[in-house]
């Protein structure tokens, strides 16, 4: 049983599945280099599309918003913990958002996809929204989530439905990778990912909502943290069972029709914005059933010990972040091995499963003697320093 003094479990448990399934994704995807190398085996091709689509319909999009999630909920639970013992926190918070954005440059220098930066960024926003009340953030997270940007581009594309349309800005820049990712030079690659794939990355975020949406995961994340709801109790026990079956119903009509989009709208432009914004639906309400199936698992003791593995990885997650992101680097880009050159999906899976297993001995090792991770460590002293 979980109570209010003890650590919450639950939510180590479920960083530590965001960051593995995360794991999983990069190595297929050669840590964003999307090179398909032509000298597979004839067998793999197949193979490799099969283990592509299927990781990507388990996390592709949800990983994030997983980890998004509980960014708000650790924030609720560390602004409520102060509040009770009468110290202010909003302002120190500000100070270990300006520390995280300073970890997302280090890890940008390996890994141009890093999240931490624009976590760092739109976490600011929670610093005056926490002041609103439960009621006033509900609405307010639900329209995000709703992609209003996104709404005034569908409406654009309604009215020139035959408009042509060019690929996304982004593209461009994540093709200009190649001129430096296959270098042996890491100061070439960290300067590209610093400059070129940071420009990169932040459009692609923008072109796919994401700025909305990640805001809005931290208003619900907060919610769910100040009401308790991962405090095992009857009322969080109706709660997940409640949202696991509502999520499950979004999801399967939302994936039927995304599944569906390319027939149905013969508009590119229009095709464009209805995809974007249905995706996005899709994926939170998948991500719900993630977050709300693991919360239930986990009370049962069978599948709690099973579920415990993932608690090392998440009890330092930052430091799993970071780290996984110097070892995928150094594993495939030019710098190091250069290995995306000759593996797919398949050999990436098999690397990811390896490095998996891996980190997963050394974050055991590591929490049997110390508090916390390497990363949290220096986060934690950092966010501290100067108090008493």
């Not at 003094?5 to 999307?34: C, K, P, T, W």
């Not at 680097?329 to 499963?353: C, D, M, N, R």
């Not at 980190?359 to 003697?369: D, I, P, Q, S, V």
Request: charged residues 15%; glycine residues 8%; contains cysteine.
């Amino acid at each position: 049983m979980i109570t209010k003094n003890s650590r919450i479990q639950i939510l180590d448990v479920i960083r530590g599945f965001a960051i593995v399934s995360i794991m999983l994704l990069h190595n297929i995807e050669h840590f964003d280099v999307y090179y398909f190398s032509d000298q597979l085996p004839f067998w793999m091709v197949p193979l490799d599309k099969l283990i592509w689509d299927s990781l990507f319909f388990m996390f592709g999009g949800k990983s994030y918003a997983i980890f998004a999630l509980m960014f708000g909920v650790t924030f609720a639970i560390q602004l409520t913990n102060q509040e009770q013992r009468g110290k202010p926190f909003r302002a120190r918070f500000a100070w270990r958002l300006l520390l995280l954005f300073g970890f997302g440059l280090l890890n940008s220098a390996f890994f141009q996809g890093d999240i931490l930066t624009i976590y760092a960024v739109i976490g600011l926003l929670l610093i005056p929204l926490s002041k609103l009340s439960e009621k006033v953030l509900l609405w307010l997270a639900a329209f995000l989530m709703l992609l209003p940007f996104e709404w005034f581009q569908l409406y654009h594309a309604l009215q020139h439905p035959l408009e042509k349309i060019s690929d996304p800005v982004s593209w461009t820049y994540f093709g200009n990778m190649m001129a430096y990712i296959p270098n042996e030079s890491f100061i070439d690659t960290a300067v590209g990912n610093l400059t070129n794939g940071k420009i990169g990355v932040l459009l692609w975020n923008w072109e796919n909502g994401r700025f909305f949406s990640i805001l809005a995961l931290f208003i619900f994340g907060f919610i769910l943290g100040k009401r308790h709801l991962f405090i095992w109790s009857e009322t969080s026990k109706i709660f997940w069972n409640r949202l696991l079956t509502v999520s499950l119903m979004a999801f399967i009509p939302l994936y039927l029709i995304q599944t569906h989009l390319e027939s149905w709208i013969e508009s590119d432009i229009i095709r464009r914005s209805v995809l974007t914004i249905e995706t996005a639906w899709t994926n939170f309400a998948f991500m719900m059933v993630l977050v709300s199936g693991l919360t239930l698992l986990f009370q049962k003791p069978y599948f709690k010990n099973k579920l415990m593995y993932f608690s090392y990885f998440g009890s330092m997650s930052l430091s799993n972040y970071i780290i996984q992101s110097i070892i995928g680097s150094s594993l495939y880009y030019g710098w190091g091995l250069g290995l995306y050159q000759y593996t797919g999906a398949t050999y990436g899976l098999l690397i990811g499963v390896t490095l998996t297993i891996l980190m997963g001995l050394f974050c055991k090792w590591w929490a049997k003697r110390f508090k916390q991770g390497p990363f949290e460590t220096l986060w934690h002293k950092a966010t501290w320093l100067g108090s008493r």
